[in-house]
């Protein structure tokens, strides 16, 4: 059996980090000159071993909350691991989120010190903390070297102060993720060490990454997919992260800093898919015919490995087409990039087949914050595409047919249960015992199906599902995400609940939009195109192309209308982690809705 290592809690994580990849790089960052500074594990180790002593003269003790309001950066972990290190608790926010939220999870949590980002967020901070008793200190991680509580200055007096590492218990709480808030405040998920040390110690052998990876890391480490599987689970290889500032320089930095891997959300994969489209849109009709070739050759050498079968023949072309074609793909995105694993949503089964066709495999998984968050992966040896994979060590999947309406078939809710199961939502005990079952497994309020080998398939959330008037009920997520594949539409919401058919409000994609109304001779101002009845027929006939096929008659959108503004976090359109709030869009465009049942 394999030696591999294997983790108590997240101190005992960075000790073993820190001793087996010391002069190993860790994380990088970018300078305002486009270079890529790392720092080493061993030198993180030390941050941490100094913050820790400056958290200790603030008075942090095992037990107490550390909240954090800032993207991801350097001194985001060394806070975190500093905390870990003392037994207090993080709870990590965004910086996007709302005053109210910051206020509201400040309050619920009862947090002792906050850092903060940056001067704009420890300023929009500082009337929070005078009114909550609670909270005693507030930190900024930019402040001036001479300021008392910058984090320059805590850093030297902490040198000075010198404080041996706490040892919590496998049981004792790390940390608390605030889930998104789509249906009312946000909830608190209690996440004890040994919840998140379960799905990093099941990934050891279940998952192989080595020291040699490198991974560009933008996920928010505020959330429980970034945080444990990149953060975590990624010291616990010696992998290294460049820590992108700016999702929009994403495709950019990729070139910079050439990762070997990928851990990213769909919306990420379809930018890609969206991107490589386009260009060969405006490729050649021979430049066309052979990436046509080349996709379909991929597409059939797939279909031969599941079944245990090869092809001399094929194989050829396939090496042919990689070196002439899917290698120069690769070469946009950076030229090193072996895998991609995808998660917090479900992927498009036509994206993944892309990406895994130019030679990047995909490993789709699936998790919420209540599980750590993985509950199931797919893996080197284990991976089917169209699925999240199979549970991970130690934990099961149950899927509870009763749970949905009678005519899902082999569908229902998908339970979870394993050591990776949070030990319940801080101060909501009603809450927490409605997707509690009383054998502990966690409801997830997520639809699913397992087959026959114990590939979870997900196929959308419960609370989601609604009923046409004639009965049928739809799932809208899953027809969102396939007519996202269009080129044209950026943002789509679906929507019909208790209505004779679905129509949807769609956000074009601006820039494509742009293009071709400057080659259709109509101008580029977005406000005027929504409203140009070509327009219109073009966003009709893009409809049609991608429900054609995967749309069951019923669940077919009759009607929609085009908005210029984006679903964002900042109108509250969106959650932090990018999901839809329905509730939000659905009253902010009402009258839309109102308007196309009407006619």
């Known amino acids: 059996m394999s030696q591999t290592p294997q983790f108590k809690n997240l101190p005992d994580l960075l000790h073993q980090a820190v001793a087996r990849f010391g002069t190993h790089p860790l994380f990088g960052t970018r300078t305002v000159d486009g270079e890529w500074i790392y720092i080493t594990y061993g030198e993180f180790g030390e941050l941490v071993s100094q913050f820790r002593g400056a958290l200790a003269l603030l008075g942090l003790e095992p037990g107490d909350r550390l909240a954090i309001i800032s993207n991801n950066r350097v001194e985001w972990a060394v806070g975190a691991y500093a905390a870990y290190t003392l037994g207090a608790c993080v709870v990590p926010m965004y910086e996007k989120q709302n005053s109210d939220d910051w206020e509201y999870i ?190 379909e050759n991929a597409q059939t050498r797939r279909r031969l490995a599941q079944s245990g079968k090869s092809s001399a023949w094929v194989e050829f072309k396939h090496n042919l087409f990689d070196k002439i074609i899917f290698s120069k793909i690769r070469a946009r995105l950076g030229g090193r990039l072996r895998y991609a694993i995808s998660g917090g949503a479900a992927i498009s089964k036509e994206v993944a087949e892309f990406i895994d066709n130019v030679g990047i495999t995909v490993y789709e998984g699936y998790g919420l914050s209540e599980t750590s968050p993985i509950a199931t992966a797919n893996c080197p040896g284990g991976q089917r595409i169209g699925s999240v994979g199979r549970a ?7 899927i509870d047919t009763e749970a949905v309406n009678n005519e899902m078939g082999d569908q229902g809710e998908v339970l979870i249960k394993g050591p990776n199961v949070m030990r319940g939502y801080h101060n909501m005990p009603e809450a927490t015992a409605a997707v509690m079952r009383e054998d502990g497994a966690f409801r997830s309020g997520d639809m699913g199906r397992l087959d026959a080998d114990g590939y979870l398939y997900i196929t959308g959330r419960i609370k ?21 594949l269009s080129g044209f539409i950026n943002q789509i919401m679906v929507f019909g609940a208790n209505k004779l058919f679905n129509v949807a409000i769609i956000v074009p994609d601006a820039e494509a939009l742009r293009e071709w109304g400057v080659a259709n001779g109509l101008g580029d101002d977005i406000d005027t195109l929504i409203k140009n009845d070509r327009v219109k027929q073009l966003f009709q006939a893009e409809i049609d192309r991608y429900q054609e096929s995967s749309f069951k008659g019923y669940e077919r959108i009759k009607d929609f209308r085009l908005v210029a503004e984006e679903f964002s976090t900042d109108n509250d359109m969106l959650t932090p982690t990018l999901k839809l709030k329905r509730r939000n869009v659905i009253k902010h465009y009402q009258g839309l809705l109102d308007e196309m049942y009407a006619t």
């Open 464 to 484: 989601e599902q609604y009923k046409l008037e004639n009965g049928k009920y739809v799932v809208p997520a899953p027809l969102e995400e396939q007519l996202k």
């Open 392 to 398: 991970i060590p130690g934990v099961e999947i149950i």
């Open 106 to 295: 400040l309050r619920d949590s009862g947090a002792k010190i906050l850092l903060a980002a940056n001067d704009e967020v420890y300023a929009r901070a500082q009337p929070i903390a005078e009114r909550l008793d609670a909270l005693e200190t507030l930190v900024n991680f930019e402040g001036r070297s001479t300021e008392d509580l910058s984090y320059k200055a805590l850093l030297k007096k902490g040198a000075a102060n010198p404080v041996e590492a706490y040892d919590p218990d496998p049981d004792a709480l790390c940390g608390y993720i605030y889930t998104s808030g789509t249906t009312g405040n946000p909830k608190g998920v209690e996440l004890s060490h040994g919840n998140i040390t379960s799905n990093v110690n099941a990934l050891q052998d279940f998952f192989q990454m080595a020291d040699s990876d490198r991974s560009l890391s933008f996920l928010p480490w505020a959330h429980s997919f970034g945080q444990t599987c990149e953060l975590h689970i990624g010291m616990s290889f010696g992998i290294s992260m460049a820590l992108c500032d700016n999702v929009d320089k994403l495709i950019d930095y990729l070139s910079e800093v050439q990762p070997t891997l990928l851990i990213s959300v769909p919306r990420i994969f379809n930018r890609v898919y969206d991107s490589l489209n386009k260009k060969m849109a405006a490729a050649s009709p021979v430049q066309q015919k052979l990436f046509a070739a080349a996709m």
